[in-house]
């Protein structure tokens, strides 16, 4: 363990010095220090090369190799300045007005000043007894992301680390309520569950099934439609398959729960007929989840098809606000429109686990909302974000993106 001295005292009492202390002053030196030299690779950053392309051996070599650890401890100037220059230097700028590879967004600069600032309170967002401030700003930007996309302002939600998370928390709160009490104290080994999506899935689901207990041959692959490139529902779902799917899957004793509709793939921006999958999934009583961690958030636009504004009729939805609100990672999203399906999912209410829920408005706790006890301030970079740009600067940004992809 390392040695704590206790050499000041503040009237009677000793103040203890950490290896890892830094004294207000230094901190504020070398916190300037550091926002300057990122203002000027931001300022310089349209010059710059989108990525140096070092080889895995060079990085690690910059980095010493295989060095052990170190036995003493090194400056904290000396370490900062060498892990900016490192991080600068030798990094792929994802901001870099030529990085058009893979669908995340520029991030904000004011959402990493937030970052900063959250990091440095650092508090743990499971419940408001730990974060009354944040567990509060989280709501508000859960609540405003819904509004924006069209969807339920009073559905619950949260936020998590990306897309495969935000999927992996719909996935199991439709998985919980189609299926009932019994998957939690039974498992679903019996269940002979099924879910429905295309090829131009992400591989979340298949994911999701092999982890969570299902298989992945649990997925049943609905054929995508054979219609011209330029026909907007190239790619596309298939929906008379999917209800012939449904009747021979309910025939041979499986039993569906759930489709999943993609609200842009990442291959190809494909949008399934949300609608006519909402309608079906209402008629055959399964769980509708939307995979918008894409393209989800054109449902903003006044000028967005009608399938895409159908995300609004989702169970629950996926979308990433570091993808398409420009937020830096990570932060992806889960809404779903009946929060209690959220808690019957996956709260847990041990006896060290102290909470005041006897109040007007009773207070919130994270951790029965999705998979994470313990929980960073993912929120205050998205809460920034959206009132610096309001409702009208998202529109204009993304009504552009999708100018330049026409181009």
Known sequence: MSQISADETVGSAAIRHAPLDLPAEEFRR??????????????????????????????????????????????????????TRLVIDHSLYIGHPLFLGYVV????????????LASTIDPNVGGFSLSPVA????????????????????????????????????????????????????GVGGANAVVYATEETHTWIDKATDLFGMGTDAVRKVPR?????TDPRAGTMDIA???????EDRAAGRRPIMVIGNAGTVSTGAIDPLNDIADLCVAENLWFHVDGAYGGFSACLP??????????????VAIDPHKWLYVPIECGC??????????????????????????EVPPI???????????????????????????????????????????
Not at 241 to 247: D, Q, S, V, W, Y
Not at 341 to 358: K, N
Not at 370 to 390: E, H, P, Y
């Open 225 to 229: 439609l054979t219609v011209s490139v």
């Open 30 to 83: 070398l916190g300037h220090r550091l926002v300057d030299e990122l203002a000027e690779h931001l300022s310089t950053i349209r010059t710059a090369r989108t990525t140096t392309g070092e080889t895995p051996a060079e990085v690690r070599a910059m980095l010493g190799g295989d060095r052990p650890l170190p036995g003493a401890g090194t400056d904290a100037d000396e370490l900062l300045a060498r892990a």
């Open 105 to 116: 967004g520029s991030p904000s600069p004011l959402g990493a000043l937030g970052d900063l």
């Open 135 to 186: 567990t509060e700003v989280e709501r508000q930007t859960v609540r405003w992301i819904a509004e924006l996309i069209g969807y339920d302002p009073n559905a619950g939600g949260l936020l998590v680390s990306g897309g495969n998370m935000a999927n992996f928390v719909g996935f199991l709160t439709g998985r919980r309520a189609m299926l009932g009490q019994d998957v939690r104290t039974q």
């Open 303 to 316: 000028e967005a098809s009608a399938d895409m504004k159908a995300l609004a009729r989702a169970d629950s």
């Open 365 to 407: 706790f994270y951790y029965e909302l999705g998979m994470q006890n313990t929980r960073g301030f993912r929120a205050l970079k998205v809460w920034l974000a959206l009132q610096q740009a309001g409702r009208a600067g998202y529109e204009t940004m993304l009504r552009e993106d999708c100018r330049l992809a026409r181009v």
């Open 334 to 359: 889960t809404l779903v429109r009946t929060n209690q399906h959220l808690i019957d999912t996956f709260s847990y209410r041990p006896p060290y686990y102290h909470r005041d829920d006897d109040q």
């Open 241 to 247: 398959a999917l209800k012939r799917m449904i009747a």
